[in-house]
């Protein structure tokens, strides 16, 4: 990993003589690097991550654990223990959301939203069973942009994929009014309720799955289709919303023909190849200090044979990185990030910039006792 992180900063430094406005290469956007050293309690993939006060809330599912690293130290302060069993015991956690740092929710697979403290002691469960109409649950996941979002004033808000388990024959407008996607949680009553808001039926043009990345500004959520470039701004009300097509030369070779695909007769290899052939959004950010949208997407190309697709799909070999003006969502820039070095679905957004991690497991400099982390600052990119 050294090796490679060296050229990579020379190549950041070196490019700093070039007209960065007009530079196609995101290394050129690079300035930090960090490396944390971690130990095998510390998976090197995560599928939730969240920053939160200068401290960095990491998932190790292998081990049910949130390690918690101090950025500006370069060191692991605490870690949490998610108990399956016993007086603090939550069952099987689908992610976290850090409120504060002694308030931190815990979707699990018993249709509860639990509450543990900074300790990992339980505090309180919040059932939802009765809201999830097709018995989907909902988790919080920096995978696919599925985390829970708030709107800084006691509430969160959860997305419920009732959608994207319909088959394409019940897939119509009756079940657009049925299955509304964003279920609210009042953190002072307890309550759990569904926002007004329904999924706009221009989707159903596509014929295709329906589901959702999702972040939010200081007002609004941003939802993303995954099959299309329809992004929708709904406010935190429910009420009102405005649908946008995002502008891409990278995201753009979207396709039914997996949706509409004999999948219950194929193998799970198949069906991930299948898959992974046609574009797809991997997920959005909005970053509230640089006054940006990141949008991570897939532009669609084969497997190769070698390749294992489940692996592949937890990390594919690369991504694109589509930023967006998000007072009118114009398009500002895109980039193609180099393949086996950055792993999909892990970012988050700091004061400094866009942080991502080149920890790829088929980077042949990979150091599984070192977390690294990337900025970069695209702030000199907005017209």
């Given at each position: 990993?050294?090796?490679i992180?060296?050229?990579?900063?020379?190549?950041?430094?070196f490019?700093?003589s070039?007209?960065?406005?007009?530079?196609?290469?995101?290394?050129?956007?690079l300035i930090?690097?960090?490396?944390?050293?971690?130990?095998?309690?510390?998976?090197?993939?995560?599928?939730?991550?969240?920053?939160?006060?200068?401290?960095?809330?990491?998932?190790?599912?292998?081990?049910e654990?949130?390690?918690i690293f101090?950025?500006?130290?370069?060191?692991?302060?605490?870690?949490?223990?998610?108990?399956?069993d016993g007086?603090n015991g939550?069952?099987n956690?689908?992610?976290?959301?850090?409120?504060?740092?002694?308030?931190?929710?815990?979707?699990t697979?018993?249709y509860?939203l639990?509450?543990?403290?900074?300790?990992?002691?339980?505090?309180?469960?919040?059932d939802?069973?009765?809201?999830?109409?097709l018995g989907?649950?909902?988790?919080?996941?920096?995978r696919?942009?599925?985390?829970?979002?708030t709107?800084?004033?006691g509430?969160?808000y959860?997305?419920?994929?009732?959608?994207?388990?319909?088959?394409?024959?019940d897939?119509?407008e009756e079940?657009?009014?049925?299955?509304?996607?964003?279920?609210?949680?009042?953190?002072?009553?307890?309550?759990?309720?569904?926002?007004?808001f329904?999924?706009?039926?221009?989707l159903?043009?596509?014929?295709?799955f329906?589901?959702?990345?999702?972040t939010a500004?200081t007002?609004?959520?941003l939802?993303?289709n995954?099959q299309s470039?329809t992004?929708?701004?709904v406010d935190f009300?429910g009420?009102?919303y405005?649908?946008?097509?995002?502008?891409?030369?990278l995201i753009?070779?979207?396709?039914?023909e997996?949706?509409?695909?004999?999948?219950?007769?194929?193998?799970?290899?198949?069906n991930?190849?299948?898959s992974?052939?046609?574009?797809?959004?991997?997920?959005?950010?909005?970053?509230?200090?640089?006054?940006?949208?990141y949008?991570?997407?897939?532009p669609g190309?084969e497997?190769?044979?070698?390749?294992?697709p489940?692996?592949?799909s937890?990390?594919p070999?690369?991504?694109?990185i589509?930023i967006?003006?998000?007072?009118?969502?114009?398009l500002?820039?895109e980039?193609i990030?180099?393949?086996?070095?950055?792993?999909?679905h892990h970012?988050?957004v700091?004061?400094?910039?866009?942080?991502?991690?080149?920890?790829?497991p088929?980077?042949a400099?990979f150091?599984?006792?070192?977390?690294v982390?990337h900025?970069?600052d695209f702030s000199?990119?907005?017209?």
């Amino acid at each position: 990993m050294k090796k490679i992180l060296i050229i990579l900063s020379f190549a950041g430094i070196f490019s700093c003589s070039t007209n960065k406005e007009s530079s196609n290469n995101p290394l050129d956007y690079l300035i930090d690097t960090k490396i944390i050293p971690i130990d095998r309690k510390t998976d090197t993939y995560t599928r939730t991550l969240q920053y939160v006060d200068g401290n960095l809330y990491w998932w190790n599912p292998n081990r049910e654990t949130i390690s918690i690293f101090d950025l500006s130290k370069k060191i692991l302060i605490n870690t949490i223990k998610i108990e399956r069993d016993g007086p603090n015991g939550l069952g099987n956690p689908l992610g976290f959301y850090v409120l504060n740092a002694d308030s931190i929710y815990i979707p699990t697979m018993a249709y509860e939203l639990s509450l543990i403290n900074s300790k990992g002691k339980w505090v309180a469960d919040y059932d939802y069973h009765n809201y999830s109409k097709l018995g989907v649950l909902a988790a919080s996941m920096t995978r696919y942009s599925n985390m829970i979002e708030t709107n800084n004033a006691g509430i969160l808000y959860l997305i419920i994929r009732d959608l994207e388990i319909l088959s394409p024959s019940d897939l119509n407008e009756e079940a657009l009014q049925n299955y509304p996607p964003i279920l609210s949680f009042n953190t002072l009553t307890g309550n759990f309720e569904y926002l007004n808001f329904k999924t706009p039926s221009s989707l159903l043009k596509f014929k295709n799955f329906i589901n959702f990345g999702v972040t939010a500004t200081t007002s609004k959520m941003l939802l993303l289709n995954y099959q299309s470039n329809t992004l929708i701004e709904v406010d935190f009300n429910g009420i009102d919303y405005k649908e946008y097509n995002l502008d891409s030369e990278l995201i753009k070779n979207f396709s039914n023909e997996y949706y509409n695909s004999s999948r219950m007769s194929q193998s799970i290899d198949e069906n991930i190849r299948m898959s992974f052939v046609s574009s797809k959004n991997l997920g959005l950010y909005f970053d509230s200090y640089k006054n940006l949208l990141y949008r991570f997407g897939w532009p669609g190309e084969e497997i190769k044979k070698d390749e294992d697709p489940m692996q592949f799909s937890s990390s594919p070999t690369y991504f694109t990185i589509s930023i967006y003006d998000p007072s009118d969502f114009s398009l500002i820039k895109e980039f193609i990030l180099p393949r086996n070095t950055y792993l999909a679905h892990h970012y988050f957004v700091n004061d400094k910039g866009l942080n991502l991690f080149p920890m790829h497991p088929n980077n042949a400099e990979f150091n599984e006792d070192e977390m690294v982390i990337h900025t970069f600052d695209f702030s000199s990119l907005k017209p």
